[in-house]
T-cell receptor
Framework: GAGVSQSPRYKVAKRGQDVALRCDPI?????LFWYQQALGQGPEFLTY????????KSGLPSDRFFAERPEGSVSTLKIQRTQQEDSAVYLC?????????????FGDGTRLSIL | AQSVTQLGSHVSVSEGALVLLRCNYS??????LFWYVQYPNQGLQLLLK??????LVKGINGFEAEFKKSETSFHLTKPSAHMSDAAEYFC????????????FGTGTKLQVIP
């Protein structure tokens, strides 16, 4: 497809389990962003990649959160030892470059529920 | 730190009526400003953005917004609401320099009444 693809769309995990969320950006897009959207809130920035380089991870809430983009394309957001407060929609966005003249294209998100 | 405040978490309008969604920003220098729309169970779609130049910005689906520096506002309007406009709308702000790190508001859910 032509858009940003995220999988799985829904994920249910028990507290303490590890989860991995995948993002397939639009082909050729250099920039990739992860956001966390809690229920009833706006998205909050987690981390930013330019190609394979993670240039900003200031939004990751704890060291249980880890993101990678090893070949500069697909990205994975991993959450270790999940907690109930990790329940949220995780959004991925990509853009052609790093400037604001090129819009971010969002995926439909992964809804994570921690029981 | 930059931030945006959206006034009203829920707004209801009648079909055909004016849509007005309010957004005020906080920034030491004029930032870049955005409006996004989110339909249920979907990601965000950019409606419009203000970076420089004309302060009245036109976007998709008949929406527009006006940057008012004196009021630190960037309100979103549409002259006539359609049923298909029912969605959640997010105002967002970004620094002028660097990459596109965007800070979102808490959102306004728009209900359109037939």
């Amino acid at each position: 497809g032509a858009g940003v693809s995220q999988s799985p769309r829904y994920k249910v995990a028990k507290r303490g389990q590890d989860v991995a969320l995948r993002c397939d950006p639009i082909s050729g897009h250099v920039s990739l962003f992860w956001y966390q959207q809690a229920l009833g809130q706006g998205p909050e920035f987690l981390t930013y990649f330019q190609n394979e380089a993670q240039l900003d991870k200031s939004g990751l809430p704890s060291d249980r959160f880890f993101a990678e983009r090893p070949e500069g394309s697909v990205s994975t957001l991993k959450i270790q030892r999940t907690q109930q407060e990790d329940s949220a929609v995780y959004l991925c966005a990509s853009s052609l470059g790093g400037t604001l003249n090129q819009p971010q294209h969002f995926g439909d998100g992964t809804r994570l529920s921690i029981l | 730190a930059q931030s945006v405040t959206q006034l009203g978490s829920h707004v209801s309008v009648s079909e055909g009526a004016l849509v007005l969604l309010r957004c005020n920003y906080s920034s030491s220098v004029p930032p870049y400003l955005f409006w996004y729309v989110q339909y249920p169970n979907q990601g965000l779609q950019l409606l419009l953005k203000y970076t420089t130049g004309a302060t009245l910005v036109k976007g998709i689906n008949g929406f527009e917004a006006e940057f008012k520096k004196s009021e630190t506002s960037f309100h979103l309007t549409k002259p006539s609401a359609h049923m298909s406009d029912a969605a959640e709308y997010f105002c967002a702000v970004s620094d002028r320099g660097g990459y596109q790190k965007v800070t979102f508001g808490t959102g306004t859910k728009l209900q359109v009444i037939p």
